[in-house]
């Protein structure tokens, strides 16, 4: 039997929207949605198997009940920007999928499903219907099931004739009547005052229909209900009407047009990938990158490798599998230059004293894929590369940071320069990874090579037409011969310390087990959600919040919510916070940390994010949670790898408001970083429109958030949600906030006409962020994009502040022929380490090379402290 899956696309998306954490990727994309509503897709087509499939979306506000009643939908709260920026992608990911989809000017998505309902029925097909909204119950047949959203995203109720009958006592059709009679507030659906869904249940089974019970009304017992009933005979006639869904929509697709079947795997997970939904692409077993026919090509395989094969320019492949370089195999190295194209085995390679000779020779001008991943390769083997002057990975990043990939592979397709298969073509990938034989690698390698040769003049030159050409070759490649050598030092753990810390948050978490169990009256497994959430909402009562497929929902935002009402839930949130703690950071650090060195080798990614922010992998040094005291003292671990030295610490004081300050050049922001005055303060003094004394600690919280989250774009909804206000105070806050400072807004709105007219965004230092959606017609995206535009030339110029202090201070502790040593880079923060009769001149000295980097109209401030370990040193 043919069976049509019909999804109420609007309802299902709020849905996801209100039951996940705002989440968003990497480039600042929120993507909560589109998680609950892929997850609920996935579900779908697992259990169902339709053969035919739609999702319908409303198509706009005004449909043709408004011409009934104007109130209808009247009391909605407007859609946050956040769920509204996520339909596009919504959309996307259903055209991925090959799923039909469409909305109707003038009517409502369930309009579409009734008509589409009716239409399949009758044509013998088995029609299911998912929404979270209880109208489309009006619609349930012997051939028709409505399957209702509960709490949460995947957990469910299918509704049949029979569970509405034993649910409402009533039939389908009867809903329509339930809704006449009672009203919907959620629609502005007015029904008869008075009338709840008892009453209106108990008067349908009496009378069978509001036409029926209003013919009726001399029989309904009770004055009052006479009375209301007598009252509001029209506005419960219109209420029907206005409820029953309409099912002669007008348009000409069939049944047939919605058949569903295949789809490009390939081209959902490059979705997923992009949105960073990293458990939702593992369920798929997509099939490897395809080979192509690529043109024959001429190469040498090389057994020595002399002066005569070598040039003072290059292009240098150095190949390395492993996604950790450190210390990993270099599987072959291939040389394309003037002379021509060249394979070179590994152990052949580095035995030559000749290349290894040119490799040191800072004269050379060697073009590299990843500078730093071949610094850091051939550096633990011994061996120096200092003729690194091109990076193609990082030229192209820089060129358009929006791409998901930098690969030579499709770098080469992109420009039209040499052929180069994909690496998972030729290796495989994931646990199937393995080396082919060598003249498979050797080809692969010299195509590498060839296209690099090829590349590099294409985007030098596209730098220079950018003006990019300085932030490449003074910021961002000597930056990565930095991150290299950062890496490679290291930084060293007191492994001692850490496993005591384990030893001690172990200890607690027995404690607050035992506290719990007490406040429960018995014991339990904490960490068992099905047994968390019988204790918390079936023993102790209390009022559960959202269920799941398996029981009741016990998720942070749940707990927190809970707090108030029983004193058990923080000791579980707390138990919770240590217990992660504990696994990710005590754990996950000693089993990173190198047995011989007791040493900690972080990879830092230099071409990831769209804004040039750095962030790091192996450990992910950024994300250690320092708003927990517990959190902070894991840096105590972090310890000087000589003994006698000290740890140094260097932050940046509010980089992000002082750029916002330069950029827009409003008097007022500026006037107080000048004066070194507290810029929370200032900001609640001027939007509360008090005196210094009279700034509260809750005021000081509030513009604390309005300052911060202007930087990222904030809405009323983000700042409603961080400062626990409505939405009308947040919009109100913002408003004050942007009168108080109207340079800020003037920067804002000529931020976005720039970029409208030039297709991008830059930072001082010329780093861009194309924004192509900017002149979109679609509102969502135009408004992310609009966000986008203000807050990434202040963050982007952030990034490029720490990342010249550190090229600076590196220059600096060459010069003058220092031993200390910069260990790490986290956001706004700088860490050495320092030998004892170097600590004056690098107290002196790591201040005045960051507050120097870069010149603005305020000054940049950067609070600098030393301690026995990085915690110390705070």
Known sequence: MKKLVLIDGNSIAYRAFFALPLLNNDKGVYTNAVYGFTTMLLKIIEEEKPTH?????????????????????????????????????????????????????NYEADDIIGTLAKDASEKEYEVKVYSGDKDLLQLVSDKVTVILTKKGITNVEAYDEALISEKYGITPKQIIDMKGLMGDSSDNIPGVPGVGEKTALKLLKEFGSVEHVLDSIDQVSGKKMKEKLEQNREQAIMSKELATIYLEVPFETELDDLSFGDYDKQKVVAIMKELEFTSLVTKFDTEGAKAQELDEITYEVLETIEKRHLSDEAALIVEVLSENYHQANIEGFAIVNEKGRFFIQTDHALNSKDFVDWLK????????????????????????????????????????????????????????????????????????????????????????????????????????????????????????IILGRMETTGVKVDKEQLENMGTDLEGRLRDLEQKIHELAGGTFNINSPKQLGEVLFEKLELPPIKKTKTGYSTSADVLEKLAKDHEIVEY??????????????????????????????????????????????????????????????????????????????????????????????????IEAFQTDMD?????????????????????????????????????????????????????????????????????????????????????LLQRRRYLPDLTSRNFNKRSFAERTAMNTPIQGTAADIIKKAMVEMSSKLEEENLKSRMLLQVHDELIFEVPVEEMETMMKLVPEVMEQAVKLDVPLKADVSFGETWYDAK
């Open 53 to 105: 499939m739609l999702v319908a979306f409303d198509a706009g506000k005004t449909t043709f009940r408004h011409k009934t009643f104007d109130e209808y939908k009247g009391g909605r709260q407007k859609t946050p920007p956040e769920l509204s920026e996520q339909f596009p992608l919504v959309r996307e990911m259903l055209d991925a999928f090959n799923i039909s989809r469409f909305e109707v000017e």
């Open 361 to 480: 020779d800072e004269s050379t001008k060697i073009a590299v894929f990843d500078a730093k991943r071949a610094v850091v390769a051939l550096g633990w083997k011994g061996i120096l590369l200092n003729g690194v002057t091109f990076d193609l990975q990082m030229a192209s990043y820089l060129l358009d940071p929006s791409l998901s990939s930098h690969e030579i592979s499709d770098v080469a397709k992109r420009k039209d320069k040499g052929q180069v298969q994909e690496d998972e073509v030729i290796y495989g990938k994931g646990a199937k990874q393995k080396v082919p034989e060598q003249e498979k690698v050797a080809e692969h390698l010299v195509r590498k090579a060839d296209a690099l040769y090829q590349l590099k003049p294409v985007l030098e030159k596209e730098l220079k037409d950018n003006s990019q050409e300085e932030l490449f070759r003074e910021l961002e490649m000597p930056l990565s």
């Open 572 to 669: 579980i949130l707390h138990y919770r916070q240590l217990g992660k703690l504990n696994s990710t950071y005590i754990e996950g650090l000693l089993k990173v940390t190198k047995e011989e060195t007791n040493k900690i080798h972080t990879r830092y990614n230099q071409a990831l994010t769209q804004t040039g922010r750095l962030s790091s992998t192996d450990p992910n040094l950024q994300n250690i949670p320092i708003r927990l005291e517990e959190g902070r003292k894991i840096r105590k671990a972090f310890i000087p790898s000589e003994p006698g030295w000290k740890m140094v610490a260097a932050d940046y004081s509010q980089i992000e408001l002082r750029v916002l300050a330069h950029i827009s050049g409003d008097e007022k922001l």
């Open 679 to 763: 810029i929370h303060t200032k900001t609640a003094m001027d939007v509360f429109h008090v005196n210094k004394e009279e700034v509260t600690s809750n005021m000081r919280r509030s513009a604390k958030a309005v300052n911060f989250g202007i930087v990222y774009g904030i809405s009323d909804f983000g700042l409603s949600q961080s400062l626990g206000i409505t939405r009308k105070e947040a919009a109100q806050f913002i408003e004050r906030y942007l009168a108080s400072y109207p340079k800020v807004k003037e920067y804002m709105d000529n931020i976005i006409e720039d970029a409208r007219e030039k297709g991008y965004v830059s930072t």
